[in-house]
Structure formats: structure tokens, C-alpha cells
């Protein structure tokens, strides 16, 4: 009696392990190229920058299907040119590489240099260009002092804001609809230095830039609404939080083993 008790309690516990560890085994539909790749053989030569402008989980064909929508920023005798593309499949491990990244360029070919590391739109090639624009003193703002970093004086009731003087609308149009302060541009060349995407400050989770950023949330409610909503995202990230987990007990259990393997005489 009391082996069968321990067989059915073993029995038990390991049909809980299996479900707890299991992992999703729905493939993903896979590209042969990602469309970034194909834009940026296709503008060869010019200057351009690829915004992400929506992102998208679905199933096809009992497959799961990432995809992209792109904004393309053109530059043409000093105006700005753009292209906004239809939904373009992606690859999955490039999907979840810019899930951050929403809003943001994720390639950028200015003068001559190529960059796939994310950031801001215009940083680098816009924002700090004299060619578009100049340095302006300002007062303050609530939201700018709030957002100030640590090494920034407080006490100051000015700070530098980028002001553009290009003559085209669509420019100023992509380059001013958000204030960008000289302290963020520093922010983003430091990180541009070290090969790293600059988000700008973060404060209980949310950024100033990119998928995080309250901006956004704002702008872009039906994505948000999306991802909230729809079942295959919903699928998509418990499977996700599976894999991670047992991941995570995978590496625990490996470094346990080689702790107590010691070194045999």
C-alpha cells in the first residue's frame, strides 16, 4: 500500500516537471534574407535610414509568422523623402533582436557609413549635423529637468535644445516633433561608442525612446492593442517565458553537476 502511495506521488511530481518544462514547438516561418538586408542592397549608394514603424505575430499554416512594417527616410538635395512599406515577414531571432525597438532606425547609411545598431531617428546624421541645424539655449520644462541625468546641474534654468533650419516640412516634420536636448545627444554618443542602441533615461520601466517609451504608447496605440490582445502573441510570450525558464533550470543543473563532478584521483 504505502509503495503504490510513493509510486502515484512520483508519478505525480514528474507529470508536473514535464508540463512545467515543456517548451513551445511551433516553428516560426523562416527568410531567406531579411527585407532590412534587401533595402539596404537595393539603396546602395544612397543616404537613407529604415524606421520600424510595426511589428506583428500571426500563424500561417500551423507556422508562426513574424513580421515588420518599415518607414524608409530618404535623403534628396537636403529633403526628406518617405517610403512606408506594406507588413514584410522576418526571421524570428531578427523579430525578438528589435521587439525594443519600435519607433527607432534599425539601419542607417549616412555619408557613406552603414550602421545596423538601433537609435533615435536622426541621431548622428541629422541632430548634431550644422548642416540641418544648431544648438539653441532654453528654459526648462518639467518633463526635461524630470528626465535630467544625475550629472546634469539642477539648478540651471536653461539647457541646449536641437532647433533644425532646413526649409523642408517633411524634415522638420520627422526631426521636431519630439524635442531632442543636447544631454540625450551626449547620452547617445556614449552608447554609440561602446556598439550599443541608446534608449535615453528609464524610470520604472518605461524609456524615452524606443518600444518602452511613453511616446510611443501614445502614438501608436493600435500596436499596443495588438500585442495586448491577440492570441498569438499571447501564445508567443508564455512560450517564450517557458523557454527561458527552463533555460534558466538548464544552466542551474549544469553548474551544479560540474560543482559536485569534483576531480577524480
Given at each position: 500500500?504505502?509503495s503504490?502511495?510513493y509510486?502515484?506521488?512520483?508519478?505525480l511530481?514528474?507529470?508536473?516537471?514535464?508540463?512545467?518544462g515543456?517548451?513551445?514547438?511551433?516553428?516560426?516561418?523562416?527568410?531567406?534574407i531579411?527585407?532590412s538586408?534587401?533595402?539596404?542592397?537595393?539603396?546602395?549608394?544612397?543616404?537613407?535610414?529604415?524606421v520600424?514603424?510595426?511589428?506583428?505575430i500571426s500563424?500561417?499554416?500551423?507556422?508562426r509568422?513574424?513580421?515588420?512594417?518599415y518607414?524608409?527616410?530618404?535623403?534628396?538635395?537636403?529633403?526628406?523623402?518617405?517610403?512606408?512599406?506594406?507588413?514584410?515577414?522576418?526571421?524570428?531571432?531578427?523579430?525578438?533582436?528589435?521587439?525594443?525597438d519600435?519607433g527607432?532606425?534599425?539601419?542607417?547609411?549616412?555619408?557613406g557609413?552603414?550602421?545596423?545598431?538601433?537609435?533615435?531617428?536622426?541621431?548622428?546624421w541629422a541632430?548634431?549635423?550644422p548642416?540641418?541645424?544648431?544648438w539653441?539655449?532654453?528654459?526648462?520644462?518639467?518633463?526635461?529637468?524630470?528626465?535630467?541625468?544625475?550629472?546634469?546641474?539642477?539648478?540651471?534654468?536653461?539647457e541646449?535644445?536641437?532647433?533644425?533650419?532646413?526649409?523642408s516640412?517633411?524634415?522638420?516634420?520627422?526631426m521636431?516633433?519630439?524635442p531632442?536636448?543636447q544631454?540625450?545627444?551626449?547620452?547617445?554618443?556614449?552608447?554609440?561608442?561602446?556598439?550599443?542602441?541608446?534608449?535615453?533615461?528609464?524610470?520604472?520601466?518605461?524609456?524615452?525612446?524606443g518600444?518602452?517609451?511613453?511616446?510611443?504608447?501614445?502614438?501608436?496605440?493600435?500596436?499596443f492593442?495588438?500585442?495586448?490582445?491577440?492570441n498569438?502573441?499571447?501564445?508567443?510570450?508564455?512560450?517564450?517565458?517557458k523557454?527561458?525558464r527552463?533555460?534558466s533550470?538548464?544552466?542551474?543543473?549544469?553548474?551544479t553537476?560540474?560543482?559536485?563532478?569534483?576531480?577524480?584521483?
Amino acid at each position: 500500500m504505502k509503495s503504490t502511495f510513493y509510486y502515484a506521488l512520483i508519478l505525480l511530481f514528474s507529470t508536473l516537471i514535464i508540463s512545467c518544462g515543456q517548451v513551445d514547438t511551433l516553428e516560426s516561418i523562416k527568410v531567406p534574407i531579411e527585407p532590412s538586408e534587401e533595402i539596404i542592397q537595393q539603396l546602395k549608394g544612397q543616404d537613407f535610414s529604415v524606421v520600424l514603424n510595426d511589428m506583428n505575430i500571426s500563424e500561417k499554416d500551423n507556422k508562426r509568422l513574424f513580421e515588420h512594417k518599415y518607414h524608409i527616410l530618404k535623403v534628396v538635395k537636403d529633403s526628406l523623402v518617405v517610403d512606408s512599406l506594406s507588413w514584410k515577414p522576418v526571421n524570428q531571432a531578427f523579430f525578438e533582436k528589435h521587439q525594443g525597438d519600435l519607433g527607432m532606425e534599425i539601419v542607417s547609411n549616412h555619408n557613406g557609413k552603414l550602421s545596423k545598431v538601433a537609435r533615435p531617428i536622426g541621431f548622428e546624421w541629422a541632430i548634431g549635423n550644422p548642416k540641418y541645424g544648431e544648438w539653441e539655449e532654453v528654459s526648462k520644462t518639467q518633463d526635461s529637468t524630470s528626465t535630467a541625468s544625475t550629472t546634469t546641474n539642477t539648478n540651471n534654468r536653461s539647457e541646449r535644445r536641437w532647433r533644425s533650419h532646413t526649409p523642408s516640412f517633411i524634415f522638420w516634420y520627422w526631426m521636431m516633433r519630439r524635442p531632442t536636448y543636447q544631454r540625450d545627444y551626449a547620452g547617445y554618443r556614449t552608447a554609440s561608442a561602446a556598439g550599443r542602441s541608446y534608449y535615453g533615461s528609464q524610470t520604472n520601466g518605461t524609456s524615452k525612446y524606443g518600444t518602452n517609451s511613453t511616446y510611443q504608447k501614445a502614438k501608436r496605440p493600435s500596436f499596443f492593442n495588438r500585442r495586448r490582445s491577440s492570441n498569438s502573441w499571447k501564445s508567443y510570450t508564455t512560450s517564450s517565458k517557458k523557454t527561458s525558464r527552463s533555460s534558466s533550470r538548464y544552466k542551474s543543473s549544469s553548474s551544479t553537476r560540474s560543482r559536485s563532478g569534483g576531480s577524480g584521483k
